[in-house]
């Protein structure tokens, strides 16, 4: 059974997560890297399994929590927006003139994203959570319990004690603005005592003001380890996975499924830790500018081969993606292909379901399609010749493309032109040279040249590239030489390389530059 369907088996069979309320949620610190797609899709993916298995109403919710303080911020804004370093996200102003705060910039460009990979979770705001009252009740409570949360942490996570007087809450400065740099020492009931404190953080300075306020509607937060365990309550959450870093034992997450057995008095949701996403066996991260950035997948990669790349892979493994100057694209490609193949054919039940999952929409029909090979448009844009890629491919399936097939093969000329362009291996990458390279007067042998001699004559001779390809062999065989031999002699004379793609199609495709560069190498 594919993984999904096993958690959703899990929850139904549990009977006691209903609701069923899916939820994640994100701090827009930077633009997001696409590691941070791995919990949004993974979350997506349950939703559907759920959708699927039962009648009952299913929720998702994703979570932007734009109240948290600016402690980093993109590389891009840095020295632009350094001054706001402490600021909730919502109160740091937009580099961006169209939105209202460096927090709804970032949201919106991972919303965007997200909503292009299929992801239907509707996306609320911490700050508006806030600022509606509605955490009102668990901040109340998290205040009142301050000397047990202590206690929490040092149980859960064996921190040390807190200073004397902490308590549980940070509040937005009366007086500069800044949440990150105020400390909470006193609550009487009804209002907190703070201090912004100067020296307090590293990163930012506090304005030094001291006051009183209500810890209510929106005038500060609470701590998101806390945080995170009051928004499961006040929303109603019954399900949240978490990433391995949060999930580990003794971390965050356990602090949060603490606090909802003993100072929230909430049935723990269901939870799980995945594993990371790396680009070539590294982390990520969205504040630093470190990897590649979630808008940049769906550049590289259609929606639907975007999401199977979540979709793909049990939340128990890594997921090491490198597209940057390896075959990982093409791989890519080819194990969609075969998912594809397996849902028409009923082949292999994970594989049809990783498929239908990684849709945007519904599913295809279940019919025989022909499904032009990514890394076989690569290499026949790079041929170049007077032959479509349409009438090519028609070739190869062995009648005409239907519409469906067409739209498919228009697709993925697209994205291999974004792949041929930034990111496929040098060794992938082809040119017809324009003159005879230097090394064929030097590694050819006479046998070789005699076989390219023969072979410009040849290739006038014939009628396509199948019937070209028989005579390649015929005349390889008729010189002693192996098909290596032969072949090498080719690319050689045409790409400069020892190795290339079928070499009959290379050379039907650029028929009349072989002709000429085969009669220099043969000299």
């Not at 996570?157 to 007087?165: D, I, P, T, Y």
């Not at 937060?221 to 806390?226: A, E």
């Not at 023969?454 to 014939?462: H, L, N, R």
Request: glycine share 8%.
């Amino acid at each position: 059974m594919y993984w999904a369907d096993k958690i959703a088996k899990q929850i139904i069979d549990s009977k006691k997560l209903k609701p069923y309320w899916v939820d994640d949620m994100k701090t827009p610190s930077g633009f997001a890297h696409v590691g941070s797609l791995r919990g949004p899709l993974i979350h997506s993916v349950i939703f559907r399994a759920l959708k699927d298995t039962t009648k009952e109403k299913v929720v998702y919710t994703f979570v932007f929590n734009d109240f948290d303080h600016a402690d980093e911020l993109p590389p891009e804004f840095k020295e632009e927006l350094s001054q706001y370093m402490g600021f909730p996200l919502r109160k740091v102003p937009s580099p961006v003139k169209k939105f209202g705060s460096l927090g709804e910039l970032l949201s919106d460009d991972l919303k965007n994203t997200m909503e292009e990979l299929g992801v239907e979770a509707e996306f609320v705001s911490s700050w508006d959570l806030y600022h509606e009252s509605k955490f009102d009740g668990v901040i109340r409570e998290a205040l009142d319990s301050s000397e047990k949360i202590q206690d929490i942490y040092q149980k859960v996570s064996g921190s040390r004690k807190k200073e004397q007087g902490w308590l549980p809450f940070q509040v937005i400065c009366e007086d500069c603005g800044k949440l990150g740099t105020t400390r909470v020492y006193a609550w009487d009931g009804k209002e907190v005592s703070y201090k912004c404190g100067p020296n307090m953080v590293t990163w930012a300075k506090g304005c030094g003001y001291e006051g009183k306020i209500s810890p209510f509607g929106g005038n500060g937060k609470l701590p998101w380890k806390i945080d995170w365990a009051a928004h499961w309550k006040v929303m109603g959450v019954t399900i949240e996975a978490a990433g391995k870093d949060h999930a580990s034992k003794g971390g965050s997450y356990d602090i949060a499924l603490t606090l909802c057995d003993e100072v929230f008095n909430y049935p723990r949701p269901f939870n799980f830790g995945y594993e990371f996403f790396l680009i070539g066996g590294k982390k990520m991260s969205s504040s630093k500018g470190l990897g590649l950035k979630a808008h940049d997948l769906v550049k590289i990669l259609p929606p639907e081969l975007g999401r199977f790349l979540f979709t793909r892979t049990d939340y128990r493994q890594q997921i090491n993606f490198d597209p940057v100057g390896t075959m990982a694209i093409p791989d890519l490609f080819d194990e969609y292909d075969k998912c594809w193949q397996a849902y028409i054919e009923g082949s292999d039940e994970d594989f049809a379901r990783a498929f239908v999952l990684s849709q945007i929409e519904k599913a295809p029909a279940k019919e025989n399609i022909y499904l032009s090979r990514f890394r076989d448009v690569a290499n026949l844009m790079q041929m170049g010749g007077p032959v479509s890629l349409e009438n090519q491919f028609a070739e190869k399936k062995g009648g005409p493309l239907t519409k469906q097939e067409l739209e498919i093969l228009a697709e993925r000329k697209k994205y291999a032109e974004v792949w041929l362009d930034k990111y496929a291996p040098k060794d992938f990458k082809m040119e017809i040279v324009s003159m005879t390279p230097a090394t064929v007067r030097v590694h050819l042998t006479d046998s070789q040249k005699s076989y390219l001699s023969d072979m410009a004559v040849s290739i006038e001779k014939t009628k396509n590239a199948e019937e070209l390809e028989k005579e390649l062999y015929a005349l390889a065989k008729s010189k002693g030489l192996s098909m290596k031999e032969a072949f090498s002699a080719i690319y050689l004379s045409l790409i400069n390389k020892t190795f290339g793609p079928k070499a009959a199609w290379l050379i039907w495709e650029n028929k009349d530059k072989a002709v000429k560069l085969f009669k220099e190498a043969s000299k």
